[in-house]
């Protein structure tokens, strides 16, 4: 069983990671195409109103999939009343939006958003219909469930694409989100061939009471990732929006793919050996090196190329979305940290820690946002999220260290890493000076970053960065 799991896992891992490596790769291809088809404006309408989709999706996802992947005995039965219960909570959610598109339209002082705002209620209604992917997680089958995401959101974006040449407009923005949740659904539903039952509601309290747990942290934890964006949104205006939404992506996303990946083939295998207090630290510490040495080199590397990355992605236009991903950047290292630690929290059942991170990350960014924005606009909105950012990772830090009963245990895995990464942003800035167009001295940049990279890794490691994956896959 040890071998089957071990096995499972590196494959979760390959497919997870690959998946979301080009996922990446291909949301910034398409993305690029579409930011030189629409407006700043365009995008920024649309971050304003996922802003609203987002807290109600946060109201909505309760921890269920969590606490269904984490339990060992839970029932097809009870399965069924979790997502009998899921979809009539989405469903209320989804018409209060629709009912309420006019009163967050004005809170913003957009009219525009109030039809998109209805449009994109339905979102959250049709996510419902992707639940058979927990059951995926759970028998950490991650080809499937990665060949849908790809499916899904290349067919999506290239939708959106036909509609921006076509002269849509935000609209291309809008049905991108809707085709792509659709399309996963009608996929989700047709290859897993899972269909609800008659439910067993007795026997969801085990799993009502971790959801619950996890509510109220998901809750403040919307407010520590989005309050930036409300207050953009609010005070500096749609244009200034977009150019924050561009940096944001870009930036934070990826700390959340590391989320993903963690949470979808981490927690299940974790969850399988919770019981075994040496396994479950040796093996968190090892998914920790290895993550920690691809996520924060690139991280910094992304910081030293943001404004030649900006440029020649999306044009001369969002030239000043450079800086901003620069800063948010670190605020990417921070968040992907936490979710590395969190994820190894969760997974021993420690829902508060999370909770309590949120609610620290949101005191702590208040008051800065609220002094600066006035003198410094979206910068001091960003000098807030990265007070608030370091803030919850000390907490969160303080929290993995006290689980796991070693002080050197983090700090130690994690000091190579920022080594390596601070040398890629140090290369970056160098080549900087060279006298070249955005494009070859990106091209310059990113090759010399490489470079440095198998270097420093192999002198750090005492490996060749060839043996990196090797040395993953025998130790995972």
């Not at 989320?259 to 299940?268: C, D, G, H, R, T």
Request: aromatic fraction near 14%; glycine fraction near 8%; hydrophobic fraction near 55%.
């Amino acid at each position: 069983m040890a071998k089957t799991l071990k096995k499972q896992t590196i494959e979760g891992f390959g497919w997870r990671g690959a998946t979301d490596i080009l996922e990446q790769v291909l949301q910034i291809v398409f993305t690029a195409i579409l930011a030189r088809l629409l407006s700043k404006a365009d995008f920024g309408l649309i971050a304003m109103a996922l802003l609203i989709n987002r807290f109600f999706q946060t109201v909505t996802n309760i921890g269920f999939g969590g606490a269904i992947i984490r339990s060992q005995t839970v029932t097809r039965e009870q399965i069924s009343a979790v997502f009998y219960i899921q979809l009539a909570l989405n469903l209320v959610l989804s018409i209060i939006i629709f009912s309420g598109a006019n009163i967050a339209a004005g809170f913003f002082n957009e009219e525009k958003l109030v039809q998109i705002i209805r449009v994109t209620a339905w979102v959250i209604f049709l996510q419902t219909f992707q639940f058979p992917n927990i059951l995926l997680q759970k028998q950490m089958d991650f080809k499937r469930f990665s060949l849908m995401e790809i499916i899904s959101m290349v067919s999506a974006n290239l939708l959106a694409i036909l509609l921006a040449f076509a002269g849509y407009g935000y609209w291309a923005l809008v049905w991108r989100l809707l085709a792509q949740r659709a399309v996963f659904s009608a996929l989700t539903w047709g290859i897993t061939k899972w269909r609800p039952g008659k439910p067993d509601f007795k026997g969801t309290k085990p799993l009502l009471t971790f959801g619950l747990n996890m509510l109220g942290s998901n809750i403040f934890y919307y407010f520590s990732e989005n309050l930036i964006g409300i207050i953009t949104g609010k005070f500096l205006g749609k244009e200034i929006m977009g150019l924050f939404n561009i940096a944001y992506n870009l930036a934070i996303v990826p700390a959340s793919k590391v989320q993903n990946i963690l949470a979808s083939v981490l927690m299940p295998g974790f969850a399988k050996i919770q019981g075994n207090i040496k396994s479950f630290v040796e093996n968190n510490q090892k998914a920790l090196k290895y993550t920690s040495l691809v996520f924060i080199p690139f991280m910094f590397l992304m910081a030293g190329i943001s404004d030649n990355l900006i440029i020649t992605l999306y044009g001369l236009k969002w030239s000043d979305a450079g800086f901003m991903l620069f800063l948010l950047s670190f605020v990417g290292i921070m968040k992907g940290i936490a979710h590395l630690l969190r994820s190894a929290i969760l997974a021993k059942g420690h829902a508060q820690v999370v909770f309590y991170a949120a609610i620290i990350e949101t005191l702590s960014s208040i008051p800065i946002m609220y002094y600066t924005i006035k003198s410094m606009g979206i910068y001091g909105l960003i000098s807030g999220y990265m007070t608030g950012s370091f803030f919850g990772l000390v907490y969160t830090i303080y929290s993995y260290n006290k689980l796991f009963e070693g002080k050197s245990f983090f700090i130690g895995t994690i000091s190579k890493p920022v080594l390596i990464g601070a040398a890629l942003l140090s290369i970056a800035w160098l080549c900087s000076f060279i006298d070249a167009g955005h494009l070859l001295l990106l091209i310059i940049q990113v090759s010399s970053g490489l470079v440095l990279y198998a270097i420093t890794v192999s002198f750090l490691y005492n490996i060749k960065l060839k043996e990196v994956i090797a040395e993953i896959k025998s130790h995972i």
